[in-house]
């Protein structure tokens, strides 16, 4: 499944997708475990499932009234987690809050060879710049200064990033997938390698972001697994190519749904992603295609509070070859430790 799929196979295939698989889990969790609309869900695919866009599971059928039949988006707020021992390891993840700074890194026009130039990564930067609060320390590094060591530097440094960027993602060396810079590739294996302290946020604005290895897919291996295992909290990537003249419009509606409280003041606050990546997908259905609204993905481990008090659920999946079953796990609150 991709973008290059004809807008109605890709309904058809979507609709399988929620017929199929995400419905059976959805009657649980409406039936059985209570779970109210609009509440977070973490899915956690593996094996083939690794490759199919569950959040964007949709009936395109219309009820016996014409309202159209909900999809999953319009039920709950879905994020990805890498695997399932995460969601317990996040219980020790507090980190010490720091002052917020705000980094945009883009690189539009790539050294020869390396891809095509990006026309809209300077004014997404620049719309990006005018939406972060005036409360961060804002910075920018483009053109000749996004090089491998500056985007490296900028990464340490700063608590949020935002990156617009040509990225490749490696099938046979996960390892070497990367950004494209102005001097040399900015490598998954340069990011996992560095300390990173205060990482809290990234807008992966790049190509093949969120996509795995497909020999190994359950080893989840990709450019946003990878800035989440180097300390990001919270990262939003995309699954295949990003038209980058249509982005700008998610981009948009995603940081103001972000920041949308801040102007009188306030903290930024990057558990907010999944609920804004799914509010801006909504805002620019007149104006974004499908194909293009369904590619960004929220990959997140859940912070200490959502384990407690609040009725959030987290939904995997786990693929059983010896009887060829997709069997789904619903986990809520202290039932995770006991299943993994």
């Given at each position: 499944?991709?973008?290059?799929?004809?807008?109605?196979?890709?309904?058809?295939?979507?609709?399988?997708?929620?017929?199929?698989?995400?419905?059976?889990?959805?009657?649980?969790?409406?039936?059985?475990?209570?779970?109210?609309?609009?509440?977070?869900?973490?899915?956690?695919?593996?094996?083939?499932f690794t490759s199919i866009p569950l959040h964007a599971a949709?009936?395109?059928?219309?009820?016996?009234?014409?309202?159209?039949?909900p999809c999953l988006e319009d039920l709950y707020i879905c994020?990805?987690?890498?695997?399932?021992?995460?969601?317990?390891?996040?219980?020790?993840?507090?980190?010490?809050?720091?002052?917020?700074?705000?980094?945009?890194?883009?690189?539009?026009?790539?050294?020869?060879g390396k891809g095509k130039a990006l026309l809209a990564v300077?004014?997404?930067?620049?719309?990006?710049?005018?939406?972060?609060?005036?409360?961060?320390?804002?910075?920018?590094?483009?053109?000749?200064?996004?090089?491998?060591?500056?985007?490296?530097?900028?990464?340490?440094?700063?608590?949020?990033?935002?990156?617009?960027?040509?990225?490749?993602?490696?099938?046979?060396?996960?390892?070497?997938?990367?950004?494209?810079?102005?001097?040399?590739?900015?490598?998954?294996?340069?990011?996992?390698?560095?300390?990173?302290?205060?990482?809290?946020?990234?807008?992966?604005?790049?190509?093949?972001?969120?996509?795995?290895?497909?020999?190994?897919?359950?080893?989840?291996?990709?450019?946003?697994?990878?800035?989440?295992?180097?300390?990001?909290?919270?990262?939003?990537?995309?699954?295949?190519?990003?038209?980058?003249?249509?982005?700008?419009?998610?981009?948009?509606?995603?940081?103001?749904?972000?920041?949308?409280?801040?102007?009188?003041?306030?903290?930024?606050?990057?558990?907010?992603?999944?609920?804004?990546?799914?509010?801006?997908?909504?805002?620019?259905?007149?104006?974004?295609?499908?194909?293009?609204?369904?590619?960004?993905?929220?990959?997140?481990?859940?912070?200490?509070?959502?384990?407690?008090?609040?009725?959030?659920?987290?939904?995997?999946?786990?693929?059983?070859?010896?009887?060829?079953?997709?069997?789904?796990?619903?986990?809520?609150?202290?039932?995770?430790?006991?299943?993994?």
């Amino acid at each position: 499944m991709g973008p290059k799929q004809p807008r109605n196979d890709l309904m058809v295939l979507l609709r399988t997708v929620w017929d199929e698989i995400m419905l059976p889990v959805v009657n649980v969790l409406q039936q059985s475990l209570k779970l109210k609309s609009h509440s977070r869900i973490w899915l956690c695919p593996t094996a083939a499932f690794t490759s199919i866009p569950l959040h964007a599971a949709h009936p395109f059928r219309t009820n016996a009234d014409r309202s159209k039949e909900p999809c999953l988006e319009d039920l709950y707020i879905c994020s990805y987690t890498p695997t399932l021992s995460a969601l317990v390891r996040s219980r020790q993840m507090m980190k010490k809050r720091v002052a917020p700074s705000f980094v945009t890194i883009g690189q539009g026009k790539p050294g020869a060879g390396k891809g095509k130039a990006l026309l809209a990564v300077d004014s997404e930067l620049e719309l990006v710049g005018k939406l972060v609060p005036a409360t961060a320390n804002r910075n920018t590094i483009s053109g000749d200064a996004a090089t491998r060591a500056g985007a490296l530097e900028a990464l340490q440094q700063n608590t949020w990033v935002h990156l617009a960027c040509h990225g490749k993602q490696d099938p046979k060396q996960p390892y070497n997938s990367h950004f494209v810079m102005r001097d040399e590739h900015l490598t998954l294996l340069d990011i996992m390698e560095k300390d990173i302290p205060h990482a809290e946020f990234a807008f992966l604005s790049a190509c093949h972001t969120a996509v795995g290895d497909e020999e190994t897919p359950d080893e989840v291996i990709h450019l946003a697994a990878g800035l989440q295992f180097s300390g990001f909290k919270s990262v939003v990537g995309t699954l295949w190519q990003v038209d980058d003249a249509v982005a700008k419009h998610v981009v948009q509606a995603f940081y103001k749904n972000m920041f949308e409280d801040l102007e009188g003041g306030g903290v930024m606050d990057c558990t907010k992603a999944a609920w804004a990546l799914n509010r801006a997908t909504h805002a620019v259905k007149t104006e974004v295609p499908l194909e293009q609204r369904m590619v960004f993905v929220h990959i997140a481990y859940p912070e200490q509070r959502e384990y407690w008090g609040l009725p959030y659920c987290r939904t995997g999946f786990k693929f059983l070859p010896w009887c060829q079953l997709l069997a789904p796990i619903i986990v809520q609150n202290e039932q995770l430790s006991s299943i993994w």
